[in-house]
Protein backbone atom coordinates (compact mmCIF):
# COMPACT_ATOMS: atom_id res chain seq x y z
CA UNK A 1 0.00 0.00 0.00
CA UNK A 2 1.28 3.64 -1.03
CA UNK A 3 2.42 5.75 2.31
CA UNK A 4 4.84 8.32 1.69
CA UNK A 5 4.78 9.89 -1.85
CA UNK A 6 5.78 13.37 -3.64
CA UNK A 7 4.60 14.68 -6.80
CA UNK A 8 6.25 15.40 -10.34
CA UNK A 9 4.73 19.02 -10.60
CA UNK A 10 5.46 21.96 -12.13
CA UNK A 11 6.43 19.98 -15.71
CA UNK A 12 3.80 18.54 -17.53
CA UNK A 13 0.05 19.84 -16.11
CA UNK A 14 2.03 23.50 -17.51
CA UNK A 15 1.22 24.36 -21.38
CA UNK A 16 4.12 23.64 -23.21
CA UNK A 17 7.24 24.62 -23.13
CA UNK A 18 6.16 24.69 -19.93
CA UNK A 19 7.37 26.38 -16.71
CA UNK A 20 11.15 24.71 -17.03
CA UNK A 21 11.33 21.84 -15.05
CA UNK A 22 11.69 18.52 -16.34
CA UNK A 23 11.75 15.00 -15.19
CA UNK A 24 13.26 12.12 -16.15
CA UNK A 25 14.30 8.97 -14.53
CA UNK A 26 16.73 9.88 -12.26
CA UNK A 27 14.38 11.24 -10.49
CA UNK A 28 12.72 7.92 -9.74
CA UNK A 29 15.67 6.41 -8.75
CA UNK A 30 16.50 9.20 -6.37
CA UNK A 31 13.40 9.13 -5.22
CA UNK A 32 13.10 5.43 -4.60
CA UNK A 33 16.93 5.36 -2.89
CA UNK A 34 15.32 8.23 -0.46
CA UNK A 35 12.61 5.73 0.47
CA UNK A 36 9.16 7.28 -1.35
CA UNK A 37 6.75 4.45 -2.54
CA UNK A 38 5.03 5.89 -5.30
CA UNK A 39 4.82 9.12 -7.14
CA UNK A 40 1.88 11.32 -8.58
CA UNK A 41 2.56 12.79 -11.89
CA UNK A 42 0.19 15.91 -12.86
CA UNK A 43 -0.31 15.93 -16.55
CA UNK A 44 -2.22 18.88 -18.52
CA UNK A 45 -3.70 15.91 -20.81
CA UNK A 46 -6.51 18.73 -22.79
CA UNK A 47 -2.46 20.13 -24.30
CA UNK A 48 -1.37 16.46 -25.40
CA UNK A 49 -4.25 15.34 -26.62
CA UNK A 50 -4.08 16.18 -30.68
CA UNK A 51 -5.70 15.44 -33.82
CA UNK A 52 -4.14 12.71 -36.54
CA UNK A 53 -4.49 13.65 -39.97
CA UNK A 54 -7.42 11.44 -40.48
CA UNK A 55 -9.37 13.30 -38.01
CA UNK A 56 -9.05 10.77 -35.09
CA UNK A 57 -7.52 11.81 -31.53
CA UNK A 58 -3.94 10.79 -30.11
CA UNK A 59 -1.63 11.28 -27.02
CA UNK A 60 0.78 13.34 -28.40
CA UNK A 61 3.52 10.70 -28.93
CA UNK A 62 6.80 13.32 -28.24
CA UNK A 63 4.84 13.56 -24.50
CA UNK A 64 4.47 9.88 -24.17
CA UNK A 65 8.12 9.42 -25.10
CA UNK A 66 8.68 11.39 -22.12
CA UNK A 67 6.16 10.59 -19.23
CA UNK A 68 6.35 6.69 -20.23
CA UNK A 69 9.74 5.85 -19.42
CA UNK A 70 9.10 7.49 -15.74
CA UNK A 71 6.01 5.20 -15.13
CA UNK A 72 7.75 2.39 -16.38
CA UNK A 73 10.90 3.05 -14.02
CA UNK A 74 8.61 3.73 -10.86
CA UNK A 75 6.97 0.30 -11.60
CA UNK A 76 10.21 -1.38 -11.52
CA UNK A 77 11.29 0.11 -8.72
CA UNK A 78 7.98 -1.14 -6.99
CA UNK A 79 6.15 2.37 -6.59
CA UNK A 80 2.83 3.05 -7.57
CA UNK A 81 1.78 5.66 -10.18
CA UNK A 82 -0.80 8.00 -9.94
CA UNK A 83 -1.35 9.61 -13.12
CA UNK A 84 -3.28 12.62 -12.79
CA UNK A 85 -5.49 14.89 -15.53
CA UNK A 86 -4.39 18.20 -13.57
CA UNK A 87 -4.91 21.94 -14.42
CA UNK A 88 -8.15 21.21 -16.60
CA UNK A 89 -9.99 25.01 -16.45
CA UNK A 90 -11.58 24.88 -19.22
CA UNK A 91 -14.00 22.28 -17.35
CA UNK A 92 -14.06 24.09 -14.18
CA UNK A 93 -15.07 27.22 -16.51
CA UNK A 94 -17.89 25.25 -18.21
CA UNK A 95 -18.47 21.90 -17.01
CA UNK A 96 -21.16 21.27 -19.46
CA UNK A 97 -19.28 22.22 -22.49
CA UNK A 98 -16.00 20.21 -22.09
CA UNK A 99 -17.91 17.49 -20.28
CA UNK A 100 -17.42 14.86 -23.65
CA UNK A 101 -13.85 16.13 -24.09
CA UNK A 102 -12.82 15.07 -20.38
CA UNK A 103 -14.94 11.82 -20.75
CA UNK A 104 -13.12 11.44 -24.07
CA UNK A 105 -9.72 12.25 -23.18
CA UNK A 106 -10.21 9.37 -20.12
CA UNK A 107 -11.18 6.70 -22.75
CA UNK A 108 -8.14 7.43 -25.00
CA UNK A 109 -5.79 7.89 -22.09
CA UNK A 110 -7.34 4.29 -20.28
CA UNK A 111 -7.02 2.37 -23.96
CA UNK A 112 -3.70 3.67 -24.39
CA UNK A 113 -2.58 2.49 -20.95
CA UNK A 114 -4.39 -0.96 -20.12
CA UNK A 115 -1.74 -3.35 -20.51
CA UNK A 116 0.22 -1.25 -17.61
CA UNK A 117 0.76 -3.14 -14.50
CA UNK A 118 -2.17 -2.74 -11.16
CA UNK A 119 0.34 -0.49 -9.92
CA UNK A 120 -0.58 2.79 -11.66
CA UNK A 121 -3.27 4.16 -10.73
CA UNK A 122 -5.52 6.86 -12.56
CA UNK A 123 -6.73 10.34 -10.96
CA UNK A 124 -9.68 11.38 -12.80
CA UNK A 125 -8.93 15.26 -11.98
CA UNK A 126 -6.77 17.50 -9.67
CA UNK A 127 -8.95 19.86 -7.59
CA UNK A 128 -12.02 20.60 -9.29
CA UNK A 129 -13.55 23.91 -8.47
CA UNK A 130 -15.22 27.06 -9.83
CA UNK A 131 -18.20 25.88 -11.73
CA UNK A 132 -17.94 22.49 -11.35
CA UNK A 133 -19.26 22.49 -7.91
CA UNK A 134 -19.11 18.47 -6.23
CA UNK A 135 -22.78 17.77 -7.15
CA UNK A 136 -21.84 18.69 -10.81
CA UNK A 137 -19.02 16.77 -10.92
CA UNK A 138 -20.16 13.64 -9.74
CA UNK A 139 -22.31 12.81 -13.25
CA UNK A 140 -19.46 13.67 -15.05
CA UNK A 141 -17.41 11.49 -13.06
CA UNK A 142 -19.21 8.71 -13.25
CA UNK A 143 -19.08 9.16 -16.80
CA UNK A 144 -15.58 9.17 -17.17
CA UNK A 145 -15.30 6.00 -14.56
CA UNK A 146 -17.74 3.72 -16.89
CA UNK A 147 -16.07 4.86 -19.99
CA UNK A 148 -12.60 3.97 -18.29
CA UNK A 149 -13.90 0.68 -17.23
CA UNK A 150 -14.22 -0.64 -20.42
CA UNK A 151 -10.68 -1.26 -21.04
CA UNK A 152 -9.77 -0.88 -17.41
CA UNK A 153 -12.10 -3.25 -15.13
CA UNK A 154 -9.82 -3.52 -12.46
CA UNK A 155 -7.76 -0.64 -12.73
CA UNK A 156 -7.61 1.60 -8.79
CA UNK A 157 -8.83 5.01 -9.75
CA UNK A 158 -8.89 8.05 -7.48
CA UNK A 159 -11.42 10.68 -7.67
CA UNK A 160 -11.57 14.50 -5.98
CA UNK A 161 -14.34 16.08 -4.06
CA UNK A 162 -15.05 20.05 -5.40
CA UNK A 163 -13.93 23.00 -3.75
CA UNK A 164 -10.40 22.28 -4.79
CA UNK A 165 -10.30 19.03 -3.58
CA UNK A 166 -11.50 20.04 0.09
CA UNK A 167 -12.57 17.27 2.97
CA UNK A 168 -15.32 19.13 4.19
CA UNK A 169 -16.70 18.49 0.32
CA UNK A 170 -17.23 14.37 1.15
CA UNK A 171 -20.17 14.36 2.00
CA UNK A 172 -21.65 15.85 -1.36
CA UNK A 173 -19.75 12.79 -3.18
CA UNK A 174 -21.71 10.52 -5.03
CA UNK A 175 -19.72 7.34 -6.56
CA UNK A 176 -20.77 4.91 -8.28
CA UNK A 177 -20.48 1.31 -7.41
CA UNK A 178 -17.48 -0.10 -7.64
CA UNK A 179 -14.92 -1.65 -5.18
CA UNK A 180 -11.77 -0.31 -6.30
CA UNK A 181 -12.25 3.68 -6.53
CA UNK A 182 -10.48 6.22 -3.73
CA UNK A 183 -11.67 9.24 -2.65
CA UNK A 184 -8.35 11.88 -2.02
CA UNK A 185 -8.07 15.19 -0.82
CA UNK A 186 -5.66 18.26 -0.45
CA UNK A 187 -4.61 20.08 2.48
CA UNK A 188 -1.97 23.32 2.58
CA UNK A 189 -2.99 24.45 6.00
CA UNK A 190 -2.17 27.02 7.24
CA UNK A 191 -2.86 28.51 3.86
CA UNK A 192 -0.73 31.78 4.99
CA UNK A 193 2.28 30.12 5.69
CA UNK A 194 2.10 27.17 2.88
CA UNK A 195 1.90 29.96 0.33
CA UNK A 196 3.71 32.63 1.35
CA UNK A 197 5.23 34.47 -1.70
CA UNK A 198 3.59 32.63 -4.54
CA UNK A 199 2.92 34.73 -7.09
CA UNK A 200 0.05 32.83 -8.53
CA UNK A 201 -2.12 33.58 -4.80
CA UNK A 202 -3.16 36.76 -3.59
CA UNK A 203 -0.61 35.66 -0.79
CA UNK A 204 2.73 36.95 -3.00
CA UNK A 205 3.55 40.31 -1.24
CA UNK A 206 3.29 38.27 2.05
CA UNK A 207 6.85 37.54 3.27
CA UNK A 208 8.48 36.13 6.63
CA UNK A 209 5.33 33.79 8.19
CA UNK A 210 7.39 30.83 10.08
CA UNK A 211 5.65 27.40 12.02
CA UNK A 212 4.44 27.27 14.39
CA UNK A 213 3.56 31.14 15.16
CA UNK A 214 3.81 33.54 16.95
CA UNK A 215 7.03 34.87 15.45
CA UNK A 216 9.52 36.62 18.06
CA UNK A 217 8.99 39.52 16.15
CA UNK A 218 5.25 40.68 14.93
CA UNK A 219 4.93 40.42 11.01
CA UNK A 220 3.03 43.93 9.60
CA UNK A 221 0.49 43.22 6.60
CA UNK A 222 1.95 43.77 3.38
CA UNK A 223 0.03 47.30 2.02
CA UNK A 224 -1.08 45.59 -1.27
CA UNK A 225 -3.25 42.80 1.25
CA UNK A 226 -4.53 45.63 4.00
CA UNK A 227 -7.75 45.24 2.35
CA UNK A 228 -8.00 41.81 3.31
CA UNK A 229 -9.64 41.92 6.27
CA UNK A 230 -9.52 38.22 6.90
CA UNK A 231 -6.27 38.44 6.18
CA UNK A 232 -5.43 41.50 8.87
CA UNK A 233 -7.06 39.22 11.39
CA UNK A 234 -5.86 36.35 10.62
CA UNK A 235 -1.77 38.10 11.03
CA UNK A 236 -3.23 39.78 13.92
CA UNK A 237 -3.92 35.93 15.57
CA UNK A 238 -0.52 34.59 14.32
CA UNK A 239 1.41 37.79 16.20
CA UNK A 240 -0.14 37.64 19.40
CA UNK A 241 -2.00 34.16 20.03
CA UNK A 242 0.05 31.42 21.84
CA UNK A 243 -0.10 28.02 21.77
CA UNK A 244 -1.71 25.59 19.50
CA UNK A 245 -4.90 27.81 18.72
CA UNK A 246 -2.35 30.44 16.99
CA UNK A 247 -3.34 30.16 13.18
CA UNK A 248 -0.22 29.07 12.04
CA UNK A 249 0.08 26.01 14.14
CA UNK A 250 -1.41 22.43 13.15
CA UNK A 251 -4.97 23.02 14.37
CA UNK A 252 -6.57 23.76 10.94
CA UNK A 253 -4.44 20.69 9.45
CA UNK A 254 -5.10 18.30 12.02
CA UNK A 255 -9.03 19.27 11.71
CA UNK A 256 -9.16 17.79 8.24
CA UNK A 257 -7.00 15.06 9.12
CA UNK A 258 -9.04 14.05 11.25
CA UNK A 259 -12.32 14.69 9.46
CA UNK A 260 -10.71 12.44 6.36
CA UNK A 261 -10.09 9.45 9.22
CA UNK A 262 -13.92 9.01 10.17
CA UNK A 263 -14.70 9.59 6.66
CA UNK A 264 -12.46 6.53 5.62
CA UNK A 265 -13.64 4.30 8.99
CA UNK A 266 -16.87 4.94 8.23
CA UNK A 267 -16.48 3.69 4.49
CA UNK A 268 -13.94 1.21 4.99
CA UNK A 269 -11.74 2.62 2.83
CA UNK A 270 -8.52 4.08 2.26
CA UNK A 271 -9.07 8.24 2.01
CA UNK A 272 -4.99 9.37 1.17
CA UNK A 273 -3.40 13.06 1.35
CA UNK A 274 -2.89 13.67 -2.46
CA UNK A 275 -1.40 17.20 -2.17
CA UNK A 276 0.18 18.99 0.64
CA UNK A 277 3.51 21.17 1.29
CA UNK A 278 5.27 24.25 1.81
CA UNK A 279 6.73 26.58 -0.87
CA UNK A 280 10.63 26.41 -0.59
CA UNK A 281 10.32 30.44 -0.46
CA UNK A 282 9.44 30.20 3.25
CA UNK A 283 12.44 29.80 5.53
CA UNK A 284 13.86 26.13 6.03
CA UNK A 285 13.45 25.25 9.36
CA UNK A 286 9.64 26.34 9.69
CA UNK A 287 9.04 24.11 6.32
CA UNK A 288 10.99 21.30 8.35
CA UNK A 289 8.73 21.66 10.71
CA UNK A 290 5.65 21.96 8.85
CA UNK A 291 6.21 18.81 6.41
CA UNK A 292 7.36 16.68 10.02
CA UNK A 293 3.81 17.72 11.47
CA UNK A 294 2.32 16.60 8.41
CA UNK A 295 4.01 13.63 8.01
CA UNK A 296 3.57 12.71 11.34
CA UNK A 297 -0.26 13.94 11.50
CA UNK A 298 -1.40 11.75 9.17
CA UNK A 299 0.62 8.79 9.19
CA UNK A 300 -0.55 8.37 12.86
CA UNK A 301 -4.27 8.34 11.30
CA UNK A 302 -3.10 5.79 8.97
CA UNK A 303 -3.80 8.33 5.81
CA UNK A 304 -1.14 8.01 3.23
CA UNK A 305 0.34 11.53 1.65
CA UNK A 306 1.72 12.90 -1.28
CA UNK A 307 3.83 15.78 -0.75
CA UNK A 308 4.39 18.76 -3.45
CA UNK A 309 6.72 18.55 -4.78
CA UNK A 310 9.75 17.22 -5.81
CA UNK A 311 12.03 19.77 -7.23
CA UNK A 312 9.97 23.03 -8.01
CA UNK A 313 8.62 25.85 -5.85
CA UNK A 314 7.74 23.40 -2.95
CA UNK A 315 10.99 21.00 -3.62
CA UNK A 316 11.80 17.75 -1.47
CA UNK A 317 14.90 17.53 -3.56
CA UNK A 318 17.67 20.96 -4.66
CA UNK A 319 18.36 20.00 -8.22
CA UNK A 320 21.25 22.37 -8.29
CA UNK A 321 23.46 20.70 -5.14
CA UNK A 322 21.59 17.40 -6.16
CA UNK A 323 20.61 16.51 -2.78
CA UNK A 324 17.71 16.36 -0.58
CA UNK A 325 16.25 19.26 1.43
CA UNK A 326 13.68 17.81 3.66
CA UNK A 327 15.18 14.37 4.12
CA UNK A 328 15.07 15.00 7.89
CA UNK A 329 11.37 15.98 8.38
CA UNK A 330 10.24 12.40 6.54
CA UNK A 331 13.11 9.91 7.29
CA UNK A 332 15.36 11.11 10.18
Known amino acids: KPKRGFNLGNHWEAKPPGWGVTYTVTDVDQAAAEGFDHIRIPVG ?10 GRTQ ?18 KNMHVLLDWHHFYDLDKDPAGNRERFIQGWTLIAEHFKSYPEGLFFELLNEPHDKLTTEILNPIQADAIAAIRKSN ?18 DKLLLPDDDNIIVTFHCYEPFFFTHQNSAWTHLGPLKGIVYP ?9 PEKLKDNAS ?3 TI ?14 TIKMTHELDTAKRWSEFFGGPVPLGDSG ?20 AEARGIPWTMWDWKAKFAYWDPKANKPLLRGAIFE
Request: charged share 25%.
Open 236 to 249: HEYNTVQGPKNPSS
Open 59 to 76: IAPETLAEIEPVIRRALE
Open 153 to 170: PKRTLVVSPGDWGKVGEF
Open 213 to 221: GPPATPVAV
Open 278 to 297: AIAAADPESRTRYVRDVKNA
Open 231 to 233: LVA
Open 45 to 54: WHFYLKPTPE
